[in-house]
């Protein structure tokens, strides 16, 4: 194995075969996609294809040589997967589809997810965006959450489901779509700003306390 890991890919536990996960915003799919990807698979022998828990599909067990070969293949954006920043959003149906849906869960990801993708924060950073209060989108557990209600949206900040989960602190309530992104760039630039490097922001909430944080972004 050489010193230098092969760009967007990971390590896997046998420490010889490697895994990669094409960026799929919002888990969304096409007969495209899809196609794209069994056709790889096929192609390179990828022996695990594996939907996770943050809406994506990763490929396991590459040989590092062909690492390269199997993104260009693919023709997809890496989905960051170790780096400090964004990894991914997650977003429930909504509106699109889901009869409880009272907002649009999967429009207001997408616009985060073009947003912040490829943007550096002190660690990395996972959004979750519900389309009602029965929070599909795991939003009061991801670093960033947002919820439809039928006023409007409420959002979330310092959420975490890893060793130490936390639920995040509810820090607007009934917003407008556009209030409601105004309030995550202001949490996410004051983060960005005033959080330890690795610190997530669940523990950036615990250290700093969320009135402080509010009163500096208000
Ligand atoms: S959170 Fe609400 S809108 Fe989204 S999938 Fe669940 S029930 Fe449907």
Redesign the pocket.
């Known amino acids: 194995m050489s010193e230098t890991t092969p760009e967007g890919a990971i390590l896997q536990r046998d420490k010889e075969t490697w895994a990669i996960v094409p960026r799929t915003p919002m888990g969304m799919l096409s007969p495209d996609i899809l196609e794209r990807i069994a056709a790889v698979a096929r192609k390179w022998n990828i022996p695990v294809i594996k939907i996770t828990s943050g809406q994506r599909i990763a490929l396991v067990g590459l040989r590092e040589q062909d690492v390269e070969a199997v993104w260009a293949d693919l023709g997809r954006d890496i989905g960051r997967a170790t780096e400090l920043c964004v990894h991914y959003v997650q977003a429930?149906?909504?509106t699109a589809v889901?009869r409880?849906?009272v907002q649009d869960?999967l429009g207001l990801g997408a616009e985060l997810e073009a947003k912040y993708v490829g943007v550096d924060f002190p660690a990395k950073i996972k959004m979750g965006v519900?389309?009602?209060p029965?929070?599909?989108?795991e939003s009061k557990l991801r670093d960033v959450g947002v919820t439809?209600v039928k006023q409007g949206f409420n959002v979330h900040f310092g959420g975490n489901a890893g060793s130490r989960p936390r639920v995040g602190d509810q820090v607007g309530e009934n917003l407008s779509r556009q209030e409601a992104l105004d309030l995550v760039d202001a949490l996410l630039t004051h983060y960005r700003v005033h959080a330890r490097k690795r610190e997530r922001t669940a523990r950036f909430v615990e250290r700093v306390g969320i009135e402080s944080i509010l009163a500096a972004v208000r």
């Not at 029965?134 to 989108?137: A, H, I, N, P, R």
Request: with cysteine.
């Open positions: 429930c149906p909504g889901c409880l849906g869960s519900s389309g009602c029965l929070s599909c989108g439809g």
